[in-house]
């Protein structure tokens, strides 16, 4: 059985690496935090004298959060993003590879996986809007993020800590500390506030790339040396494995730990999708917060976490979410091949949600913020979630 690169190893070769890139100064670290409460973990406590916030404000138990192995920076975010048009990425992307897929107006960007496995933060601005794209490899959570809170914008980095082996980001405005899985602020002085989810999903390179001719993607070229298109967790996503730098609550046993989940949650409503039912289903049609919704599965994208090769790995297919109401109208769907059909006029989709031929063509499917998680990391923030059956 294969195992995942140990963390220590992984850990090194980051450590080594960062402090190798090219044309990146690496700051020291500021003077230790005189606010740093005394209830810190004496491995945290390290860790948290590397930031300047109000330690006195928190909403979560510092026993909670503990060190992922990286100093603050030491997974370097990706500040000035440079993009390549989707023909030059042909040269370097292989089909299935899986890249998360933003589109914001008619701006439409791809991310590939095999960046944000060692960076795990974008801060850009799509469309006008100020975003932040994040990857946590751990719990295979790829979100984005508005990073404009009221009148500020922030930029973010990775604080190289982790609460229930989910990323805890932390801005550089403030270093409030925030949690990727659910866009809080958990430590320092914006504690209680929460970023926007923007929809965006991971999917094929090949699906991004027929439906984004004119698309942009993030570029290799980040000012870093890095081993980009290796997995440096060799087969963590195995069914039968354990989390890694999982100290959460128990795992309810209604999948298992590692199953890979698609999770919206909306008006209070917290659903799971497993990906075994969607394989089956395909397209699922329900309603969640009272919102009806999509749900749409189809094969063809790598898992990023399974092989040495990210480009390698076994297939585990695509979902995401749209609401299903069309000029006012609830809509059916079935999938026919590579689109969706609407039963109530026989229009023709696209996996975006595009309208592309018959009587509602050029009408889009409104988005929804749909997530995959690995089903522990879903269930150690949302215990109450209702799993689709």
């Not at 006029?345 to 018959?358: M, V």
């Amino acid at each position: 059985m294969r195992r995942p690169l140990l963390l220590t190893t992984f850990l090194a070769f980051v450590l080594v690496a960062y402090s190798t890139s090219t044309g990146q100064v690496i700051p020291t670290p500021p003077p230790a935090n005189p606010t740093a409460p005394a209830s810190l973990s004496a491995d945290l406590s390290a860790g948290a004298s590397q930031f300047r916030t109000d330690f006195s404000r928190y909403s979560v138990s510092f026993a909670e959060i503990r060190s992922g192995g990286p100093p603050k920076d030491g997974i370097p975010a990706i500040d000035n993003p440079r993009f390549v048009s989707v023909t030059a990425a042909n040269e370097w992307l292989r089909p299935r590879e899986p890249v998360i897929a933003l589109v914001l107006g008619n701006d439409a960007r791809a991310y590939p996986i095999q960046i944000l496995m060692w960076h795990e933060i974008v801060n850009d601005t799509v469309n006008e809007i100020p975003v932040t794209v994040t990857f946590c490899p751990l719990c295979n959570t790829a979100i984005v993020f508005e990073r404009r809170l009221d009148s500020q914008i922030l930029d973010f980095g990775t604080t190289g800590l982790l609460r229930y082996s989910n990323l805890v980001m932390y801005d550089r405005q403030t270093e409030s500390w925030w949690q990727q899985a659910t866009g809080e602020a958990i430590v320092g002085e914006l504690t209680g506030h929460r970023l926007a989810f923007i929809p965006a999903a991971i999917v094929a390179w090949e699906t991004f790339a027929a439906g984004y001719p004119d698309g942009r993607v993030l570029s290799r070229e980040t000012g870093y040396i890095r081993d980009y298109g290796r997995n440096p967790y060799l087969g963590y996503d195995d069914i039968d494995r354990s989390p890694f730098l999982y100290d959460g609550p128990p795992t309810p046993d209604a999948l298992p730990a590692m199953a890979r989940v698609l999770t919206v949650d909306h008006n209070g409503e917290a659903v799971a999708y497993p990906y075994d039912a969607l394989a089956t289903m395909q397209v699922i049609h329900d309603e969640v917060g009272r919102l009806p919704i999509v749900v749409v599965w189809c094969a063809g994208a790598a898992s990023a976490l399974d092989s040495a090769q990210i480009a390698e790995g076994r297939d585990v297919g695509m979902a995401r979410a749209c609401q299903r109401v069309v000029n006012g109208q609830t809509v059916q769907f079935t999938i026919a091949g590579d689109h969706l059909v609407d039963s109530e006029t026989g229009t023709r989709w696209d996996l975006f949600g595009r309208a592309i031929d018959g009587p509602l063509a050029g009408a889009t499917l409104t988005p929804v913020p749909a997530i995959d998680h690995f089903w522990f990391s879903w269930a150690a923030f949302r215990p109450d979630t209702r799993i689709y059956r």
